[in-house]
Structure formats: structure tokens, C-alpha cells
């Protein structure tokens, strides 16, 4: 069980609910780390009084500095300052919150460092899984994760020892702010529209994603990491209700279920209590007022970015790296309003088509992988400007 812990992202939708969760049951909160701070990292600072802070903007960690000069807390600006809060010794859990590849390395730096991983940040696992789970097995680390939908594939299991035993993993999608919509309707749809999800607080980056279905696509390829599967044993379905958080099918034609109310601190307790559970203050999940619960296919004509995923996860290796990137870029693009709504898929394809994707390659080729193909879906969004 979890004692002490370390966040990447702790200013982040995800690390703020981590530290109510590490408040609540009494947990040591070793590093915190964010990109820029501001008041909201400053006032974790002086809440938790962490050992070490790092912030990725250099300039804003030396204006931290000064401004908890009264503190005794180190610290620490930099991208390579995210590799000391992760293997830090202090903590025997990191959880790793941070969007994007900026989390790929730290994660080694834990899983090397013999940490507990509270996996909530899902792009590791898409541009480098089968890097991250080989370390992990090396190392002997434990991966357990945060996502709702992978917590609940990984509650399913436990006790379930061959994975043999699995026919097919079924990852639940509410469908998002547009499900049912026409593409007509959609394509005008604007960022502030999509952030609106009709069950989850998240971030604006996941909330859009969630809009396009580009998430439910990247947990696909989660999944086939953590868990060793084929594209063919790990199927989306629409669950408006967001109730049922997964399900597993087992060889053997029975269903295992995890239910719970759409709140991330049970995944996120979950991720230090195991393998055991401890009391919640969260509301339980009441079966008499919860209301219907349904599922249906996903419409992959609407949401493109879906089967988008699904191909890359199909290719394998540096295909994946590359449509996490260009959708990354793509989708800040579209919050900024500078695209619109379909903009998203079509230069996510379009990268994809540019980029070859056989082939796993070792860690520095898939960084810079990620850097080139960013890159050059800027050049695509300033030739579409010009």
C-alpha cells in the first residue's frame, strides 16, 4: 500500500484530485511538479510541503523560488527536473498526470527507481508501451492504473491470472458532448462546445478528445499494452450513463463488470490501496436511482479520429507515436479556435500518411519521432493559414 507519493502534474484536473485523495488518507506528498505554477502550485507548496517542486519553466522556478523562500521545499525548473521527482526516494508511488510525451521519460525514471506507477497519463503507453511495460518487467515495477476504464479492466482481473482466459476487453465511451449528432451539426461545433462533457470534469486537451473520440481510441492502445492484447480483443461501446466503467469477457462467455459513480478519486485510491481497499468518503454508486444503463456501437463515420486510432493501433509501433503527436498539435490548434471540428482528423491522416509507420524503435528515435511530427503538422496548420 501506498505511503508517501510524488505527482507529475499536480496543478492538473487529475493531480489536483490526487491530492485530495493523498489528504484524505493521510499520504506523505514527496514532489510535486507542473509547467509553469502560478498561485495554484504555490498554495500546494505551503498545503503539503513537499520535499521538492519542480517546475518545467525555468523562469517561473526562479520566480518560485524566491516567492517560498519561507518554505522547506527545494525548488527546481527544467525538463530533466521531472527525472529527480520521479525517482525520488522519498516516495514509493509516482503518479504521473502530466499530458502528453512529457511524461514518457519520467515514467522510465520511476519504473528504474523501483516506483509504484499510478498510471493516469496514457500517452506513455501509446507512443512507447512496449518500452515502458518491457522496463517495467525488468525492473519488477508495478504498473497500476488510473484511467476509469483501465482501473476497471484491471479491477476485472484480479484473480484472473492466465490472459488466455479473456476473449475481449470492452472499454465503455459516453460518446461525448456531440453523440447522436449529424457530421452536419458537429462540423460547426467550436472548443467551447466540446470541452462540455456530460459526465466528467477533465481537462480541455482529454475533454476535446473525448468530443472527437480520439481518446477512447489512445485507451484502445492502452489496453493492447497493459494488458498484451490484439487490436481484435479490445472493442469501444457507447455507455451514455457512465456507470459501468469496462467490462471483460471471459473465454468462458461470462462478463465481469466494475461500476462506480464517474468520479476519478476512486481509481486514483484505488491505485495505492491495491491490492487491498480501504473506506471512501465518495458517494457509492445507488443502484435505485442510477437509472437505465445502456450501450451501443460507436459511430466511427461521425468520429473519424475513432477509426483513425484503431488503424494506427492495427500498424503498431511509430504509428501510434505519430498520431499522438499530430492530434496533440491539432487539438491546442482547435482550442485556440484556429480550426474547426473535422480539422482534427483530417491533419491527424494526414500526418499519418507522411510518416511511415513499421517498427517500434528505441526511446530517442520515438522522441524524435514525436518532435518531427509535431513539427510538421505546424507546417500543415501555417500552409492552411497562408
Same mark, same amino acid.
Given at each position: 500500500?501506498?505511503?508517501?507519493?510524488?505527482?507529475?502534474?499536480?496543478?492538473?484536473?487529475?493531480?489536483?484530485?490526487?491530492?485530495?485523495?493523498?489528504?484524505?488518507?493521510?499520504?506523505?506528498?514527496?514532489?510535486?511538479?507542473?509547467?509553469?505554477?502560478?498561485?495554484?502550485?504555490?498554495?500546494?507548496?505551503?498545503?503539503?510541503?513537499?520535499?521538492?517542486?519542480?517546475?518545467?519553466?525555468?523562469?517561473?522556478?526562479?520566480?518560485? %523560488?524566491?516567492?517560498? !523562500?519561507?518554505?522547506? =521545499?527545494? $525548488?527546481?525548473? &527544467?525538463?530533466?527536473?521531472?527525472? +529527480? #521527482? *520521479? @525517482?525520488?526516494?522519498?516516495?514509493?508511488?509516482?503518479?504521473?498526470?502530466?499530458?502528453?510525451?512529457?511524461?514518457?521519460?519520467?515514467?522510465?525514471?520511476?519504473?528504474?527507481?523501483?516506483? %509504484?506507477?499510478?498510471? !493516469?497519463?496514457?500517452? =506513455?503507453? $501509446?507512443?512507447? &508501451?512496449?518500452?515502458?511495460?518491457? +522496463? #517495467? *518487467? @525488468?525492473?519488477?515495477?508495478?504498473?497500476?492504473?488510473?484511467?476509469?476504464?483501465?482501473?476497471?479492466?484491471?479491477?476485472?482481473?484480479?484473480?484472473?491470472?492466465?490472459?488466455?482466459?479473456? %476473449?475481449?476487453?470492452?472499454?465503455?465511451?459516453?460518446?461525448?458532448?456531440?453523440? &447522436?449528432?449529424?457530421?452536419?451539426?458537429? #462540423?460547426?461545433?467550436?472548443?467551447?462546445?466540446?470541452?462540455?462533457?456530460?459526465?466528467?470534469?477533465?481537462?480541455?486537451?482529454?475533454?476535446?478528445?473525448?468530443?472527437?473520440?480520439?481518446?477512447?481510441?489512445?485507451?484502445?492502445?492502452?489496453?493492447?499494452?497493459?494488458?498484451?492484447?490484439?487490436?481484435?480483443?479490445?472493442?469501444?461501446?457507447?455507455?451514455?450513463?457512465?456507470?459501468?466503467?469496462?467490462?471483460?469477457?471471459?473465454?468462458?462467455?461470462?462478463?465481469?463488470?466494475?461500476?462506480?459513480?464517474?468520479?476519478?478519486?476512486?481509481?486514483?485510491?484505488?491505485?495505492?490501496?491495491?491490492?487491498?481497499?480501504?473506506?471512501?468518503?465518495?458517494?457509492?454508486?445507488?443502484?435505485?436511482?442510477?437509472?437505465?444503463?445502456?450501450?451501443?456501437?460507436?459511430?466511427?463515420?461521425?468520429?473519424?479520429?475513432?477509426?483513425?486510432?484503431?488503424?494506427?493501433?492495427?500498424?503498431?509501433?511509430?504509428?501510434?507515436?505519430?498520431?499522438?503527436?499530430?492530434?496533440?498539435?491539432?487539438?491546442?490548434?482547435?482550442?485556440?479556435?484556429?480550426?474547426?471540428?473535422?480539422?482534427?482528423?483530417?491533419?491527424?491522416?494526414?500526418?499519418?500518411?507522411?510518416?511511415?509507420?513499421?517498427?517500434?524503435?528505441?526511446?530517442?528515435?520515438?522522441?524524435?519521432?514525436?518532435?518531427?511530427?509535431?513539427?510538421?503538422?505546424?507546417?500543415?496548420?501555417?500552409?492552411?493559414?497562408?
Amino acid at each position: 500500500m501506498t505511503q508517501s507519493i510524488s505527482i507529475l502534474g499536480s496543478t492538473g484536473s487529475i493531480g489536483r484530485q490526487t491530492l485530495e485523495v493523498a489528504e484524505e488518507m493521510h499520504l506523505r506528498v514527496a514532489a510535486i511538479t507542473a509547467r509553469t505554477g502560478g498561485a495554484r502550485f504555490e498554495e500546494q507548496i505551503r498545503a503539503f510541503h513537499p520535499e521538492l517542486a519542480v517546475l518545467t519553466d525555468e523562469t517561473a522556478a526562479a520566480d518560485l %523560488r524566491v516567492r517560498v !523562500a519561507d518554505q522547506n =521545499t527545494k $525548488v527546481l525548473g &527544467g525538463a530533466e527536473a521531472l527525472l +529527480e #521527482a *520521479a @525517482a525520488l526516494p522519498a516516495a514509493d508511488t509516482l503518479v504521473t498526470a502530466v499530458v502528453g510525451t512529457a511524461g514518457l521519460r519520467p515514467t522510465i525514471a520511476g519504473i528504474r527507481a523501483g516506483k %509504484r506507477i499510478a498510471l !493516469a497519463n496514457k500517452e =506513455t503507453l $501509446v507512443c512507447a &508501451g512496449r518500452i515502458v511495460m518491457a +522496463e #517495467a *518487467a @525488468a525492473h519488477r515495477a508495478e504498473i497500476v492504473p488510473v484511467d476509469s476504464e483501465h482501473s476497471a479492466v484491471f479491477q476485472c482481473l484480479q484473480g484472473i491470472a492466465d490472459r488466455s482466459e479473456i %476473449r475481449r476487453i470492452l472499454l465503455t465511451c459516453s460518446g461525448g458532448p456531440f453523440f &447522436g449528432m449529424p457530421k452536419s451539426q458537429i #462540423a460547426g461545433k467550436k472548443a467551447s462546445d466540446a470541452i462540455k462533457h456530460p459526465n466528467w470534469s477533465m481537462g480541455a486537451k482529454i475533454s476535446v478528445d473525448s468530443a472527437t473520440l480520439m481518446n477512447k481510441g489512445l485507451e484502445i492502445i492502452e489496453a493492447m499494452r497493459l494488458y498484451d492484447l490484439p487490436l481484435e480483443k479490445v472493442r469501444p461501446v457507447i455507455h451514455r450513463q457512465s456507470v459501468v466503467h469496462s467490462l471483460v469477457e471471459l473465454c468462458d462467455g461470462a462478463v465481469l463488470a466494475q461500476l462506480g459513480t464517474p468520479d476519478m478519486r476512486l481509481p486514483i485510491r484505488y491505485a495505492f490501496t491495491w491490492p487491498k481497499r480501504g473506506e471512501s468518503r465518495a458517494e457509492p454508486l445507488d443502484l435505485f436511482t442510477c437509472g437505465a444503463i445502456s450501450f451501443s456501437e460507436p459511430d466511427r463515420t461521425a468520429f473519424p479520429c475513432l477509426a483513425l486510432a484503431e488503424q494506427a493501433a492495427e500498424q503498431g509501433g511509430r504509428a501510434c507515436c505519430v498520431l499522438n503527436a499530430a492530434n496533440e498539435i491539432a487539438v491546442a490548434a482547435y482550442l485556440e479556435d484556429r480550426i474547426g471540428f473535422y480539422d482534427i482528423p483530417a491533419l491527424v491522416e494526414r500526418a499519418l500518411g507522411a510518416f511511415p509507420g513499421a517498427g517500434d524503435g528505441t526511446l530517442d528515435e520515438i522522441l524524435a519521432l514525436d518532435g518531427s511530427v509535431r513539427e510538421a503538422v505546424r507546417g500543415y496548420l501555417a500552409e492552411d493559414k497562408r
